[in-house]
């Protein structure tokens, strides 16, 4: 793994994994003198560059918002250039820094990391025309998709420093709320991990095909992690999720070679007063009810939204018309046992 001090080069890795000789050095234009690596410094350049204002504004509002964000697709203000060149000239760069060293991470690795990340965006653009071959499977072009050296040596750098290390994982779908609610029963989605905390508040590219197959990456790479028990909390059921077409795969795959990754999993309710509840067999709300396969737990959350959910409760309208488009597509006769 190459890291980059505030004098050295990253050297770029070409399609394969393999470097290239030409290297894109951090810029110097908006950096401090190389002896100065204070957080204090860092901030205090690109609040010449970008105003006071600008980067207290950055950094307040991703704290306002809570250390989770749900990752969608970015918005219109979201950066339109990938900013290789100058990778301190992102707009994003203060508030990346910033997280990632009061996470903990050494100025060193928040560099190179940023690198990393950019160096993917230029990547993704060369490698998604070619992964759009219609000969190809949806499966082929997946992985093309995804065989970003750029992404693939960033991950790396994460797990080498423990970014997504957590003692008890967490996965989730039906909503951001449904991550915090996880998280408040004492359990680590990615999002509330020390590097997932960070890279979760920000938007990197308009252009959100550059971008997914980053979030594919380090989603396999943190299910990766698992080594005892993950806990899954369903409030939606989606086969075509991320959740249930690549995060819980890969833990089936850990399953057969490791035992103790035991997948359990949580049927959720929000009542009309927005409080989670957890569903038990009885079809009773409680305030935890764990079932041991996906099968049991996505019937007891239909079964729930079937009969006892109050249509004027506009808190859980999501989860029951998404009952109802996968009972229309007989999802019930179709899935194998979890």
Not at 172 to 182: E, I, K, P, T
Not at 233 to 248: A, C, I, K, N, W
Not at 262 to 269: A, G, R, V
Not at 301 to 313: G, M, S, T
Request: proline fraction near 7%; aromatic fraction near 8%; hydrophobic fraction near 35%.
């Amino acid at each position: 793994m190459h890291r980059v001090s505030s004098s050295r080069q990253i050297p770029i890795p070409g399609p394969t994994g393999q470097q290239r000789n030409t290297a894109t050095p951090v810029s110097r234009a908006t950096k401090p003198d190389a002896g100065d690596r204070s957080v204090g410094a860092w901030l205090m350049s690109m609040q010449g560059s970008l105003g006071n204002a600008a980067v207290s504004r950055m950094i307040t509002q991703a704290r306002g918002r809570g250390v989770a964000v749900q990752r969608k697709v970015p918005g219109p203000d979201a950066p339109d250039r990938h900013h290789t060149a100058d990778p301190t000239a992102h707009p994003e760069w203060p508030l990346f820094h910033t997280l990632m060293t009061e996470a903990g991470f050494s100025k060193d690795v928040v560099q190179s990391l940023w690198q990393l990340v950019l160096g993917g965006l230029r990547e993704q653009e060369t490698i998604n025309p070619a992964s759009a071959d219609p000969t190809l499977t949806r499966t082929e072009r997946r992985r093309r998709r995804e065989d970003n050296s750029w992404y693939h040596q960033a991950v790396e750098m994460l797990r080498e420093n423990n970014g997504f290390a957590t003692p008890k994982m967490a996965l989730w779908s039906g909503g951001l709320d449904v991550c915090r609610y996880a998280q408040s029963k004492g359990y680590t989605p990615m999002e509330f991990t020390r590097a997932g905390k960070a890279f979760n508040e920000l938007e990197y590219h308009r252009d959100w095909q550059l971008q997914g197959p980053l979030w594919n990456i380090l989603s396999k790479f943190y299910v990766e992690q698992a080594t005892g028990p993950v806990h899954i909390f369903l409030r939606t059921y989606d086969p075509d999720s991320v959740l249930m077409g690549r995060e819980v795969p890969h833990l089936r795959q850990l399953q057969r070679i490791n035992p103790d990754v035991e997948l359990l999993w949580h049927p959720l309710y929000t009542t009309e007063h927005g409080q989670i509840m957890e569903i038990s067999r009885n079809r009773e709300l409680v305030d935890e009810a764990v079932f041991p396969t996906r099968d049991m737990c996505v019937a007891v959350l239909y079964e729930y939204l079937q009969y006892h959910h109050n249509e004027r409760n506009a808190r859980a309208a999501r989860s029951y018309e998404e009952m109802h488009k996968e009972l229309s597509k007989n999802i019930h006769g179709k899935s194998a046992q979890g």
